[in-house]
């Protein structure tokens, strides 16, 4: 069945470091990958999203890869700042044929001070 | 507030009893979508709407789950028979629909916990 696996599940980085979050997913159908950052207690909030048409976005410091041919796609954030602190969720859904979105576990990330 | 709203926020039920949650998209937003998130996991897609129609739904989701959008606005989605395995945050998140893909926009959720 559809899959989404999601390394690692935690990270710790100095601020002003990077990170980088890295999916893989096994529906070859899917064309829509999106990242959601959700903060404790509150909502999933989108980051960025990125669709199979393109290899690669970016938006300030965040940016996101795709190799689809790999079924691979990776989440880097830049110049990290403590407020990076956060879950992350890397997301994949197929464009026809129904809209279920299919959600990693998450990386709880720690950017330090 | 124009966000996705849910109600109630928190839940907590004895383990038999029925529960139903609602939860009010975006109002241009005729996409619904209902997960069910536990701690340390992302989540789980439970079922979804286009408009009344719903047109999709998890294996999760079992005969004691129902879900309904009766005029394509609001969505309830009812538990009966409720168990401890059904304790997580049930979640609601719309889209915009022709065309896209759209960003699901989330509701602030719905916790039950079941005793």
């Known amino acids: 069945g559809e899959n989404v696996e999601q390394h690692p599940s935690t990270l710790s980085v100095q601020e002003g470091d990077s990170a980088v979050i890295k999916c893989t997913y096994s529906?070859?159908?899917?064309?829509?990958f999106p990242w959601y950052k959700q903060e404790l207690g509150k909502r999933p909030q989108l980051i960025i999203d990125?669709?199979?048409?393109?290899g690669e976005k970016k938006d300030q410091r965040i940016a996101v890869t795709l190799n689809k041919t790999a079924k691979h796609f990776s989440l880097h954030i830049t110049e990290t700042q403590p407020e990076d602190s956060a879950v992350y969720f890397c997301?994949?859904?197929?464009?026809?044929?129904?809209?279920?979105?299919?959600f990693g576990a998450g990386t709880r990330l720690f950017v330090k001070a | 507030d124009t966000g996705v709203s849910q109600n109630p926020r928190h839940k907590i039920t004895k383990r038999g009893q029925n529960v139903t949650f609602r939860c009010d998209p975006i109002?241009?937003?005729?996409?619904l979508y209902w997960y069910r998130q536990t701690l340390g996991q992302g989540p789980e897609f439970l079922t979804y709407?286009?408009?009344?129609?719903?047109?999709?739904k998890s294996r999760l989701l079992s005969d004691r789950f129902s879900a309904e959008r009766p005029k394509g606005s609001f969505s309830t989605l009812e538990i009966q028979r409720t168990e401890q395995g059904d304790s997580a945050m049930y979640l609601c998140?719309?889209?915009?629909?022709?065309?896209?893909?759209?960003?699901?926009?989330f509701g602030p959720g719905t916790r039950l916990t079941v005793t």
């Open positions: 998140a719309s889209s915009l629909g022709e065309g896209g893909p759209y960003e699901q926009y």
């Open positions: 529906d070859s159908a899917s064309n829509y």
């Open positions: 990125i669709r199979s048409n393109v």
């Open positions: 997301a994949a859904r197929r464009g026809t044929g129904g809209f279920k979105t299919i």
């Open positions: 109002s241009e937003h005729n996409r």
């Open positions: 709407f286009q408009n009344e129609a719903q047109l999709e």
